[in-house]
C-alpha cells in the first residue's frame, strides 16, 4: 500500500495567518492527490482534487500544489471557521490510501 | 443538490455481519461519471478506504477487508450497500458512504460528497 505522511500534525496557528501543511507518498502518485477538510462529528469535505484543482464553491485561499511524492496545502489567511483537521488522500493507486491527518488549532 | 445517507444498526455483535445502507438522493445512482464509495474512520484516528462500486454493479475492494467484503447496488431504490462479515472490535468505527469523481479520462478522481456517517459499535 502507498503510505501517506503529514506533517505537522498538529499546527498552532492565529486567524489571519499564512498556514503550510505538507503531504508526503511512499511512491510517486503523479497528481492524483486530494485535500479534505474535516470538523469534529462531521464528514469529510473535499477541497482540492488533482494535486492543485480548487472544487467548487470551496474558497480561493485555499490551494495546492506538487506532484510525484511530495505536496502542499497552503490556506492564505486562515480564517476562523478554517480550524479543522486536513487530511491528504492518493487515488492513483489501490487500496486508496489517507494520510493520517493535521489538526489546525487556535 | 446531491445527498448521501446512510442507515443500518449502530450495534453489531462480534462474529456477525455489519450491513449498512447508503441512499443517494437528488441524482441518480446509474448516472455517468461517478463511482460509489464506502470509507471509514476508527475513533480519533484517520480514514481508511473500504471499496467502491462502479458502472452498476463492478467492484474494487480494499484487499484488507475483500474476504469479507460485499458492496452492492439496488438502482430501483437509488441505494447502494455494504456487507461486512465476522466483524471484531476493530471494525467499530464511522462509516461514510462517498460520491467519487471520474475525471474526463474516465480515472477516478476523488470523493466530492460524503454522507454524514453512521457510527457502528462492534461489542
Known amino acids: 500500500d502507498i503510505q501517506m505522511t503529514q506533517s505537522p500534525s498538529t499546527l498552532s496557528a492565529s486567524v489571519g495567518d499564512r498556514v503550510t501543511i505538507t503531504c508526503r507518498a511512499s511512491?510517486?502518485?503523479?497528481?492524483?492527490l486530494a485535500w479534505y477538510q474535516q470538523k469534529p462529528g462531521k464528514a469529510p469535505k473535499l477541497l482540492i482534487y488533482?494535486?492543485?484543482s480548487l472544487q467548487s464553491e470551496v474558497p480561493s485561499r485555499f490551494s495546492g500544489t506538487g506532484s510525484g511524492t511530495d505536496f502542499t496545502l497552503t490556506i492564505s489567511s486562515l480564517q476562523p471557521d478554517d480550524f479543522a483537521t486536513y487530511f491528504c488522500?492518493?487515488?492513483?493507486?489501490?487500496?486508496?490510501?489517507f494520510g493520517p491527518g493535521t489538526k489546525v488549532d487556535i | 443538490q446531491v445527498q448521501l445517507q446512510e442507515s443500518g444498526p449502530g450495534l453489531v455483535k462480534p462474529s456477525q455481519t455489519l450491513s449498512l445502507t447508503c441512499t443517494v438522493s437528488?441524482?441518480?445512482?446509474?448516472?455517468?461519471?461517478?463511482?460509489w464509495s464506502w470509507i471509514r474512520q476508527h475513533p480519533e484516528k484517520g480514514l481508511e478506504w473500504i471499496g467502491y462500486?462502479?458502472?452498476?454493479?463492478?467492484?474494487h475492494y480494499n484487499p484488507s477487508l475483500r474476504s469479507r467484503l460485499t458492496i452492492s447496488v439496488d438502482t430501483s431504490k437509488n441505494q447502494f450497500s455494504l456487507k461486512l462479515s465476522s466483524v471484531t472490535a476493530a471494525d467499530t468505527a464511522v462509516y461514510y458512504c462517498?460520491?467519487?469523481?471520474?475525471?474526463?479520462?474516465?480515472?477516478?478522481?476523488?470523493?466530492?460528497?460524503w454522507g454524514q456517517g453512521a457510527m457502528v459499535t462492534v461489542s
Open positions: 462500486l462502479y458502472d452498476s454493479g463492478s467492484t
Open positions: 437528488g441524482d441518480s445512482i446509474s448516472s455517468d461519471g461517478y463511482y
Open positions: 511512491q510517486s502518485v503523479v497528481t492524483w
Open positions: 488522500q492518493q487515488y492513483r493507486f489501490y487500496p486508496f490510501t
Open positions: 488533482k494535486a492543485s
Open positions: 462517498a460520491r467519487g469523481m471520474y475525471d474526463y479520462s474516465g480515472s477516478a478522481d476523488a470523493f466530492d460528497i
